[in-house]
């Protein structure tokens, strides 16, 4: 092999090192390319984002946790049958998880509704703020809706009729048949109002807000006052626990006498059945104050 002028036959070797280095950059993809060059020809050290990826680890974990709260009766479940050694934990653990699950779902719906009602009210407020500023009603609507997520589903049809000239009451009312959304059904009374009499839009869905507003302060109020009732049936739901760790720090050893001799089972099911009756009564009594 020649040498290079003025190198000798170690440059033509380094030479030949680099361009194919470069090559194999060039085939392994652009992306890369920068990242293995530092590698190549700088320090040699990358620095891996280590406290990124545990960020973005726990995050997801949470979230995942989060989205699936009612498996956590499982660990428990499990830790009773091993301090209790018998396997009736677990099964009650399995039990619980559909209707933790649907517990749960009852309460997320519950908070949608709600977080819907008051899109409704911040929506007559947007409404009767754009009228004022001197915008056509349909035009006027269109803004409030997309200012607004509270309308979900519903909201491209209602944006739809005021953009294209539909029947915009209509699509109102339609919009509020789904649990949340009945206050539309007031802001279709009055856009059928005033355009069939004239009268004035904004006027009706003001004086339909301040309705709206109070009562949603009426339901506020209402449930700060069943506070109390709530904190009652959440404290009479955890006496059987505390009796529990009570006989535990005892001596008494109440798992084993609940789980492993004939008298333990049967007072076992009779005080579950008893305390599953009296959460249930104890919550339609509270849900209906709720309500009333």
């Not at 409030?144 to 519903?154: C, D, K, S």
């Not at 003001?206 to 009732?229: I, N």
């Not at 955890?238 to 109440?254: C, T």
């Amino acid at each position: 092999m020649s040498g290079v002028p003025g190198g000798g036959p170690d440059a033509a070797y380094v030479a030949a090192l680099c361009a194919g280095a470069s090559a194999g950059l060039v085939v392994a993809g652009r992306s890369q390319g920068p990242r293995r060059a530092r590698v190549l020809f700088g320090d040699g050290v990358v620095q891996t984002p280590v406290r990124e990826t545990w960020e973005s680890g726990r995050i997801r974990l949470g979230t995942w946790l989060r989205g699936r709260r009612e498996w956590w009766c499982l660990p428990v479940a499990l830790l009773l049958a091993v301090l209790g050694a018998s396997v009736l934990p677990v099964i009650a653990g399995m039990v619980a998880v559909p209707l933790v699950r649907r517990w749960l779902r009852t309460r997320q719906l519950r908070r949608e509704r709600e977080r819907r009602a008051d899109g409704v009210v911040d929506l007559c407020g947007a409404v009767v703020g754009e009228l004022r500023a001197g915008h056509e009603p349909g035009q006027a609507l269109l803004v409030a809706v997309h200012g607004t997520e509270a309308l979900g589903a519903a909201g491209p049809g209602v944006s739809a009729a005021a953009r294209f000239g539909g029947d915009v009451p209509r699509a109102l009312g339609q919009a509020a048949c789904e649990p949340g959304l009945e206050g539309l059904a007031g802001v279709a009374a009055c856009w059928r109002v005033a355009a069939d009499g004239g009268a004035g839009l904004a006027a009706g869905l003001d004086r339909l807000e301040g309705a709206l507003r109070a009562e949603r302060r009426r339901r506020e109020e209402l449930r700060a006052q069943l506070a109390g009732a709530w904190s009652t049936v959440v404290v009479l739901a955890l006496l059987p626990v505390l009796g529990l760790g009570l006989g535990a720090a005892l001596g008494a050893h109440p798992l084993e006498v609940l789980l492993h001799r004939p008298v333990g089972l049967a007072c076992l099911m009779a005080g579950a059945s008893l305390e599953a009756v009296g959460l249930v009564w104890a919550t339609r009594i509270v849900r209906k104050g709720e309500v009333a």
